[in-house]
């Protein structure tokens, strides 16, 4: 029996560029279950350029050979991926249902993908802003003797990284620019991320995440982590303002070298690199942009400064899930 590929929630953002990817890695059609809520089933719909039958989640029947991919909510999840895993399957969760869970690990394939070496049954996907930010600086991180030991971030986050609705707010589409997503108009306007604020930290949940996923990937709770997350009228792609400080000296060849070399990251650094990063030269694309680096001295350390682009839909979620599928199979 040949494997499927079940996509739960294929007609959303992230379910339409994983189907992208799939089909780009030659994957036919025909391996492919694509299911949807029942407000967004068809009997026939075209996802990335190819007809597709799109069933309802209830109308599944999961087989042990499928890899299941769920690109839906956290409530989408918790309620099909035990029922997926009871069946036999292996799911690869791209919501943030399990990102916290013991047992099932939180992988970005190029840092810490040796997780997947014992063939866990479930998989969780990071939150798109952590995978921006780790995939520019874990190279650094792993690559000089002193250590890293904090990592200050401000992002500059797409409105897609809402879903549909986000876009919609964008556009204007809902007549008055407000929306039931985001708590101020987006269109012309920096607002801070809208996820709940943690009264006892000052903290948004968005916020929140990146620390705690980010020093779970890492296996190291001595890094200091501050974050600060805000949405931009953007539609596609979040920037990240990045700060490291290591002790120790750290040479700035030596860290536009090991960026240069690492292959998840482009450099975009200068005239001779076409300028520096952005939203639009990072749309679409595989890899993180990363450039504007600087370095200086600092408390007895190395300071370095850059700033990284990349595709929330794509690098921060569907090609990070078919690359975890790659090395699972």
């Known amino acids: 029996m040949s494997k499927r590929y079940v996509i739960i929630g294929a007609s959303g953002l992230v379910g339409r560029e994983l189907i992208s990817i799939l089909l ?11 299911a949807a809520s029942p ?11 190819c007809a597709f039958v799109l069933q309802t989640v209830d109308e599944l029947l999961f087989q042990a050979n499928d890899l299941v991919f ?52 479930t998989v969780a996907v990071p939150n798109c802003t952590t995978i921006i930010l780790l995939t520019a600086i874990s190279p650094l991180r792993k690559a000089f003797t002193p ?60 916020e929140a ?10 296996a190291d709770d001595a890094v200091t982590m501050s974050v600060t997350c805000m949405r931009v009228p953007v539609e596609r792609v979040h920037t990240e303002a990045i700060t490291l400080d290591f002790d120790g000296d750290v040479p700035l060849a ?19 690199d076409g300028g520096f990063p952005t939203a639009i030269k990072a749309a679409g694309g595989d890899r993180v942009h990363v450039g504007h680096v600087r370095v200086q001295a600092h408390g007895g350390g190395t300071r370095v400064s850059l700033v990284a682009c990349g595709d929330q839909l794509r690098t921060g979620a569907a090609l990070t899930a078919a690359r975890i599928a790659q090395q699972l199979t």
Request: charged share 20%; with cysteine; net charge negative.
């Open 24 to 34: 780009d890695q030659g994957v036919p059609p025909s391996d492919m279950v694509v």
């Open 39 to 49: 407000s967004s089933a068809s009997n026939a719909v075209n996802l990335a350029g």
């Open 254 to 272: 030596d860290v536009q070298r090991v960026l240069r070399v690492s292959p998840q990251v482009q450099v975009i650094d200068g005239p001779d």
């Open 209 to 218: 995440k990146v620390e705690a996923e980010s020093c779970r990937i890492w």
């Open 70 to 121: 769920c690109c839906a909510s956290a409530e989408v999840a918790r309620r099909w991926v035990p029922r997926a895993t009871a069946a036999g399957c292996t799911v690869i969760d791209c919501s943030s249902a399990f990102r916290a869970s013991q047992g099932v690990p939180l992988v970005v394939p190029c840092v810490n993908g040796e997780l997947l070496e014992s063939g866990p049954k």
């Open 147 to 206: 250590r890293l030991r904090a990592v200050t971030v401000a992002t500059y986050q797409a409105v897609s990284g809402a879903g549909r609705a986000g876009l919609t707010a964008l556009r204007g589409l809902g007549g008055d620019g407000q929306s039931n997503v985001f708590p101020e108009p987006c269109a012309g306007n920096v607002f801070v991320h809208e996820s709940s604020v943690d009264e006892a930290t000052g903290l948004c949940g968005e």
